[in-house]
């Protein structure tokens, strides 16, 4: 007899036993008979085959119907992690298992649980499906060790990497599955939906994360980063109590946020599969009727392409990812992600702030070459974020979306300055959107255009001269703020010899807010630009008499053209003319110290040329003209500055004042007793 006719007596006696036996001697017989019939399917012979298949048909139309049967579950289980098991023994085999599992006391099948998951990681996906599904029934009830060394005996497969990962993926697939909806959702292939809901009803969903969350946080077995991705999923569920096991199981673990590989895993739920993305389209739409417009074509996505999660979910993830230094420089990555909680179809206005808050991020931790790489780019994403949030309905949302963005435009141009040194266009909108922003909006813009000033820094003298025109227009709005950073623009871009800058801080000496004037101040005493900030120093040069002079006269010639108010008022208010007054009398004793003259000597070098004559005359009319002031002080420190001039060339500079003795006369009645001494 041959070996095959031998394996096929064996059987027929097994199917004669089974076909005798009552129903209360069943489960005794499958006791003995189920694993060497299995174990025939090793064979390669197709006659012994059928048999063994004409034998467990008989069993499977007996077993089915009598859940009261058990059947040898722990036999099973040593003959699927038997190395010389067959994959068509194990098809089978597994079949029985979870057939036996299912009809397993609770504590029956706490006991041998963890031994489903040992070597997962070597399964077929068929196969790890079913085992895992069986798993997740009791993971709630499984008793956890104290000891580590005992939790390490009990749970294998947390600590080899193979396991972990078909595990704690499938963990996750069924967090990510919510309990409503038929269409595949949010983080989630078709493939992965199908594959959880395939063995869990979605009223005992609920039930299985909560068990799955249980076992993550109390057996402590896998590493704090591989189990970090389930609960971050886990703490935006629909379901309150799972928001608050993945929350607290989340505070208990330390998370290394610069692992790689956790960073890598957190952008795939953002931004979905590449699959997903470069879906193509399927079929042409069926054609429209008369006089409508053609349907869009489908999109045809592969069934295991993955969707990116939710906008909560995305949301969450970003203010994780904005705690990582390598998620700053994975670039593209934060460029995609970046854009695509901006603009993307499913973004929301709190996903908005959240992709705010990782820019900024970003622009602070990336590595310039990748902050190069996508500067341009980005900076046209956030200008056009604000030109489409300028059409919004302002809200406290809006205005909080606003300040972020404008935020990371100011921390982008201190990164890559050159993307702004010569942009008028972007300053210009900053000035402007900082004198009509909503209140709450202007903080963040004026701390934007501060950190703007260190770009504008490299402005070529072109640019800088453009800026100028600017900012002389800005220092006398009306808005202290926007007088404000025009004056810390002109105090840190240009020279303290700069004299068109040193003319904007006169003008505001005066205003009503002390930040202004703090500021104005600033930029009339002798400093240095050290560190994108002006430092005081005594040895700065002031800028030449002769122009500050010069510029003074013209400036105010152009004033007068354009002022409203009675004729012979003066061009300034009387504080900031007697500001001016010291400007123009310090520079010409630093003028002579610079030429290394005596002050008589340089006031009697300057009448030896015309333009020297001309600019001393134009002093005279500027002391001339406020003499008549009503303010004391103003009177005072004209006076005091006429007769020092006076006395630096008595000759040549007295002889313009013997014909106007009555006129000097005059102003002995008026103004302070020192301006009348001087007078005198």
Same mark, same amino acid.
């Given at each position: ?15 004669? %036993? ?17 694993? /060497? ?47 010389? @098991? ?9 079949? =029985? ?25 070597? %399964? ?37 990497? @193979? ?103 957190? =952008? ?25 417009? /053609? ?110 963005? =404008? ?7 201190? %990164? ?77 871009? =240009? ?109 009697? %070098? ?43 060339? /008595? ?30």
């Amino acid at each position: 007899m041959s070996e095959i006719e031998k394996d096929i007596g064996l059987l027929d006696k097994v199917l004669s %036993r089974l076909a005798v036996a009552e129903d209360a001697q069943l489960e005794k017989e499958l006791k003995t008979l189920l694993i /060497p019939v299995l174990d025939k399917l090793k064979t390669s012979h197709e006659p012994v085959r059928r048999k063994v298949m004409e034998v467990l048909s008989h069993i499977n139309k007996r077993v089915k119907p009598l859940p009261a049967i058990k059947l040898p579950v722990l036999e099973l289980l040593g003959q699927f992690v038997d190395p010389a @098991s067959t994959g068509f023994l194990l098809n089978f085999n597994l079949i =029985y298992l979870e057939m036996g599992f299912a009809r397993c006391a609770l504590e029956e099948k706490k006991s041998f649980a963890c031994q489903l998951l040992v070597d997962i990681g070597k %399964r077929s996906v068929m196969q790890q499906d079913i085992l895992l599904h069986m798993f997740s029934t009791v993971a709630e009830h499984i008793q956890i060790p104290a000891e580590d060394s005992e939790r390490d005996k009990k749970f294998p497969f947390a600590s080899t990497p @193979s396991d972990a990962r078909v595990i704690l993926d499938f963990f996750l697939d069924v967090l990510l599955t919510p309990a409503h909806g038929d269409e595949t959702p949010p983080g989630l292939s078709a493939a992965a939906h199908k594959r959880v809901l395939a063995k869990m009803p979605k009223d005992k969903l609920v039930e299985r994360k909560a068990a799955i969350l249980d076992f993550l946080t109390k057996s402590n077995s896998f590493a704090p980063n591989e189990v970090a991705l389930l609960l971050i999923v886990a703490s935006c569920d629909f379901h309150h109590d799972i928001v608050r096991r993945g929350e607290d199981g989340f505070k208990r673990i330390k998370v290394d946020f610069e692992d790689k590989e956790f960073v890598r895993r957190m =952008y795939a739920l953002v931004q979905g599969s590449s699959d997903w993305k470069r879906a193509p389209p399927a079929a042409p739409a069926a054609a429209a009727a008369p006089g409508t417009a /053609p349907a869009a074509p489908e999109t045809k996505v592969p069934e295991n392409a993955r969707r990116p999660v939710g906008p909560i979910a995305k949301a969450k993830l970003l203010g994780y990812l904005s705690r990582s230094i390598t998620a700053a420089n994975m670039f593209p990555n934060t460029l995609q992600v970046i854009f695509d909680c901006v603009y993307g179809d499913e973004t929301t206005i709190r996903l908005k702030q959240a992709a705010m808050s990782f820019v900024q991020w970003v622009f602070r931790q990336a590595a310039d070459s990748q902050l190069k790489a996508m500067s341009s780019v980005i900076l046209s994403g956030l200008l056009k974020l604000l030109d489409q949030l300028k059409q919004e309905t302002p809200n406290s949302d809006m205005n909080q979306l606003k300040s972020f963005t =404008y935020n990371a435009l100011g921390l982008l141009s201190k %990164r890559v300055p050159s993307q702004f040194a010569e942009d008028m266009s972007v300053l210009e909108m900053f000035f402007e959107n900082l004198a009509t922003e909503d209140q709450r909006v202007r903080a963040s813009i004026q701390d934007s255009l501060q950190m703007f000033a260190q770009a504008y820094e490299q402005s070529s003298p072109e640019t800088l001269a453009k800026i100028e025109v600017l900012l002389m227009s800005i220092v006398e709005k009306s808005d202290y703020q926007s007088k404000f950073v025009g004056l810390l623009f002109a105090n840190r871009l =240009y020279p303290f010899s700069h004299i068109p800058s040193r003319f904007m801080c006169l003008l505001n000496v005066e205003d009503s807010k002390l930040e202004v004037k703090e500021e104005a101040f600033r930029g009339l005493r002798p400093f240095v630009r050290k560190d994108h900030d002006i430092v005081p120093d005594p040895t700065a040069r002031y800028p030449p008499f002769v122009d500050v002079v010069a510029y003074i006269g013209r400036t105010s010639a152009e004033r007068r053209k354009t002022r409203k108010g009675p004729a012979g008022s003066l061009d300034y208010p009387a504080r900031v003319y007697e500001e001016m007054l010291k400007f123009a009398h310090t520079a010409l004793a630093d003028s002579a110290k610079a030429a290394d003259l005596p002050v008589h000597l340089y006031v009697s %070098r300057l009448l030896e040329s015309e333009d020297g004559k001309v600019r001393l005359a134009d002093y005279r009319a500027m002391l001339d003209a406020v003499l008549g002031s009503g303010s004391p002080d103003l009177h005072h420190a004209a006076a005091r500055a006429l007769l020092e001039l006076l006395s630096y060339e /008595p000759g040549s500079l007295s002889r313009d004042y013997v014909g106007r003795l009555d006129w000097l006369q005059a102003f002995l009645g008026t103004g302070a007793s020192g301006g009348m001494m001087k007078i005198g």
